[in-house]
């Protein structure tokens, strides 16, 4: 499986500010996700980043929220814009394994206030 | 919506007893994976299952899909303290792209 990490792990940040979470994969990979989890809930899908096109957002989840880039197939970013409290939640990143496995990184912890 | 649904929502039980929890789901899939995820941390994938296959074991885990009624399984035999954590299913429907969705996890706590 691949060795995924996220930058940071964890950040308090401010209402109003931007926060842009890293996710670094050991292998190239095609498929990389990105996940939210909310406090006490499941995860949700936020996006699917493409290398060197437009992430493909889910319902309920826009660009401007959620600017994501990928522009390799180890590297990925999503940045949470114009934070507000209810963005308060761990946002983690998975990769496509070869066998449609999905692993996932160790999360980054937002908390706004 | 989400896909899957696991019951129960939270399970208690002594150290060496096995632990049986439960995923239904709504559309066709192409597999199913189960999850473990410790205080809040990320998920650890336990175990992927196929559509056209009805049951794995991977040490002390044993899966089962039953298409027919949209549903699966996870057994964790021997349990141990360690195994307390939440736990989901999370399905890769047809045509979604490799795109999870997950259930609402089920709280499993092991007691000593």
């Known amino acids: 499986s691949a060795v995924i990490s996220q930058k940071p792990s964890r950040d308090i940040c401010q209402r109003g500010t931007s926060l842009t979470i890293q996710c670094q994969v050991d292998s190239q990979v095609t498929m990389m996700f990105w996940y939210r989890q909310q406090p006490g809930q499941s995860l949700t899908l936020i996006a699917t980043?493409?290398?060197?096109?437009?992430?493909?957002?889910e319902s309920g989840f826009v660009i401007d929220k959620f600017p994501i880039s990928r522009p390799n197939l180890t590297f990925s970013t999503l940045t949470v814009s114009n934070m507000s409290p209810e963005d308060s939640s761990i946002y983690l990143c998975?990769?496509?394994?070869?066998?449609?496995?999905?692993?996932f990184g160790p999360g980054t912890r937002l908390t706004v206030t | 919506s989400q896909q899957g649904e696991e019951d129960p929502q939270a399970l208690s039980i002594q150290e060496g007893e096995n632990a049986t929890m439960n995923c239904s789901y709504k559309?066709?899939?192409?597999?199913l994976q189960w999850y473990r995820q410790n205080s809040g941390r990320g998920l650890v994938h336990l175990i992927l299952i196929r559509s056209n296959e009805r049951e794995k074991h991977s040490g002390r885990l044993r899966v089962t899909l039953d298409t027919s009624k949209k549903s699966s399984s996870l057994l964790i035999t021997a349990s141990r303290a360690a195994d307390t954590a939440s736990y989901f299913c999370?399905?890769?429907?047809?045509?979604?792209?490799?795109?999870?969705?997950f259930g609402k996890g089920i709280t499993l706590s092991v007691r000593p």
């Open positions: 998975s990769v496509g394994g070869a066998s449609y496995e999905q692993y």
């Open positions: 999370a399905t890769d429907a047809d045509g979604a792209n490799s795109k999870l969705t």
């Open positions: 559309t066709s899939i192409n597999n």
């Open positions: 980043a493409n290398q060197g096109s437009e992430a493909t957002y």
